[in-house]
């Protein structure tokens, strides 16, 4: 028996966590009624705690983890030119996929009327978030001010170019920073060690972040909204099983289904803990299974999980049509385009952290002219729709590094098919 158990990979223990934390949440919510036993001593001590303590270490995790292996992985890219044209490949396809993700809800929002005959007076509370960026500030934002304060606010964007420059450098005068290589080296060597640690506890942080989220969560808020939720739903689907398996297969001819085998555990754990950004460990160590290089990986995710965000996408694209349609605003071509322009525009500079799209969509809703009360409309549900975008946004993010790799000469085919086991690190030129 325990043998047996411990036969059962790291995947499947996150799914079954999964699973049961999903089951023992219903349970609570429909059959327990003592409040103290369900609200104080469950949902706001034990599985607030093993939750966000499992999404606390991962947090933990991602600064030097990130830092360390940009550097490693682009000082082993000898040629400059080589990471200049990852960078730009890698760059290009998340914003072409996020656009593809915005067009299809728009679509979808236009073809299934989410919001056509939904009162929106009335329903509409204000809401208070809002965000403003420009282009440039976005591209001003992406230098730090001070790299060790980006660091240590864990900005993305600046620490993942000052990683790119160390790197690039430490590439460059090879002897003479030999010591320095050696411990950003080993100091990647740790960090990774430390994720497999951490990874284990996996499992039971995901249980504890199901239970308390479908704990407390009542299927009658959702309603109201049904359509716009199934609607998002359904763009989420066309993306993740639909865009993404053909574009795998039209710029590599890999079978996707090996890619979902593996990858289901990254899905499932970003969609429990709602932020892309804490899944960045996990999904660098799942690539890795998948037979990925470290260099190319070690930029590519970071960095999507950043700018690229094409489950948010969706929403937003939705969420416009949603509002439009409740309001009866007609939306032409051009206002359609500016959706499409600054909700690409939107996931770029904002770190993926749960409920991050709904701050960036006052940007989309503002470049149409739609009333931001609407946000607060859909602010109820938004939670639930948050987990399945983030999966959905993570899942672009490895599709698009497969994509770069495989380019790249920098992924082993006999481990992604599965005929060999992952072993050592694989380098590119
Ligand atoms: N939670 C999402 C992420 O981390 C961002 C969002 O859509 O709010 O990717």
Not at 281 to 305: C, H, Q, Y
Not at 403 to 429: C, T, W
Request: charged letters at 10%; proline letters at 4%.
């Amino acid at each position: 028996m325990l043998t047996k158990l411990k036969s059962i990979s790291l995947g499947n223990w996150i799914l079954i966590g999964m699973i049961l934390g999903l089951i023992v949440g219903l349970i609570l919510n429909f059959y327990v009624t003592n409040p103290y036993i369900k609200n104080i001593v469950l949902m706001d001590n034990v599985f607030y705690l093993g939750g966000n303590l499992f999404i606390k270490l991962m947090k933990m995790l991602v600064v030097p983890l990130v830092f360390f292996s940009i550097v490693v992985g682009v000082a082993s890219i000898s040629d400059v030119r080589t990471i200049g044209s990852i960078g730009g490949t890698t760059i290009l396809i998340y914003l072409i996929t996020t656009a593809i993700a915005v067009t299809i809800a728009l679509m979808l929002g236009i073809y299934l009327q989410p919001g056509a005959g939904l009162q929106m007076t009335g329903l509409a509370e204000a809401s208070n978030v809002t965000v403003n960026q420009t282009m440039p500030d976005t591209i001003l934002g992406m230098i730090p001010d001070n790299p060790f304060s980006s660091l240590a606010s864990g900005d993305m964007l600046p620490v993942i170019i000052f990683g790119l420059l160390i790197g690039i450098i430490l590439a460059k005068l090879r002897e003479e920073t030999e010591t320095f290589n050696k411990i950003f080296t080993e100091g990647n060597r740790i960090m990774m060690e430390m994720t497999s640690i951490v990874m284990k506890f996996a499992p039971i942080g995901v249980f504890c972040l199901m239970a308390k989220t479908f704990g407390g969560l009542g299927i009658e808020g959702i309603m109201p909204l049904a359509k716009y939720f199934v609607c998002v739903l359904i763009g989420l689907a066309i993306q993740a099983f639909l865009v993404y398996p053909t574009l795998l297969v039209i710029f590599t001819r890999l079978n996707p289904i090996n890619f979902f085998k593996r990858f289901i555990p990254v899905m499932f754990f970003a969609f429990s803990s709602s932020t892309s950004n804490a899944t960045i460990p996990l999904n660098l160590d799942k690539l890795s299974e998948m037979g990925v290089s470290r260099d190319v990986s070690s930029f590519t995710i970071p960095l999507g999980a950043t700018i690229n965000m094409d489950g948010t996408a969706i929403m937003q694209g939705v969420a416009v049509m949603f509002a439009a349609q409740a309001y009866g605003i007609d939306l032409g071509t051009s206002a359609l385009l500016t959706v499409i322009f600054t909700a690409v525009m939107a996931s770029i500079g904002t770190a993926g952290v749960p409920s991050v799209g709904l701050v960036t969509l006052t940007m989309v809703f503002n470049s149409v002219g739609l009333p931001i009360q609407a946000i607060g409309v859909i602010f109820g549900i938004d939670h639930l729709l948050d987990m399945f975008r983030t999966a959905v946004n993570v899942t672009g993010d490895a599709i698009c590094t497969i994509i770069v790799s495989f380019r790249n000469k920098a992924i082993d085919l006999d481990i992604y098919n599965g005929k060999k086991q992952p072993k050592k690190e694989i380098h590119i030129m």
